[in-house]
């Protein structure tokens, strides 16, 4: 990946993660950038990225890299991917998952329950905008 091609994709990272960052709790430092991924992780044999954690919680999800390429590759125009962009695609997801988990969360809290329902994933999904495009998918 050339440096030009790199800025844009970190670029977009940014964009991507400052939605994410901006609802995050401000006592919380989940800043990171593309080149503390790609420095910090490695891939095992499974494809699977290990991750280093920055706040030291052992919790953790990982999504197989094999299956971020496989989808990414049902697009019509993507013909190859590199590595790094691999990493960096599920590191959104990763957040994206993080950060929608959490809004969920707080809505569960908010309402005095303790168990997670449908209900409360519908709320986030119509309350919050940038959950707008998930709106019918679980219907």
């Known amino acids: 990946m050339s440096d030009s091609q790199l800025a844009i994709v970190e670029e977009g990272f ?6 994410v960052e901006n609802t995050n709790d401000p006592s919380e430092n989940n800043e990171t950038n593309a080149a503390e991924i790609l420095s910090e992780e490695e891939v095992n044999e499974e494809g699977v990225r290990e991750e280093t954690h920055f706040n030291g ?3 953790s999800f990982r999504f197989p890299l ?5 989808i990414a590759k049902t697009v019509p125009s993507v013909n190859l991917i590199n590595s790094e962009a ?3 695609i599920e590191r959104a997801c990763e957040l994206f998952v ?3 988990s959490r809004n969920i969360y707080q809505v569960t809290v908010e309402e ?12 986030v999904v119509r309350t919050m905008n940038q ?9």
């Open 98 to 100: 993080r950060n929608f």
């Open 86 to 88: 691999l990493v960096l």
């Open 112 to 123: 005095g329950k303790k168990t997670v329902s449908r209900a409360h994933v519908d709320s």
């Open 14 to 19: 940014e964009k991507l993660t400052n939605d």
């Open 57 to 59: 919680s052992d919790k």
């Open 66 to 70: 094999s299956r971020i390429k496989m």
């Open 131 to 139: 959950y707008e495009f998930l709106d019918g998918m679980l219907d």
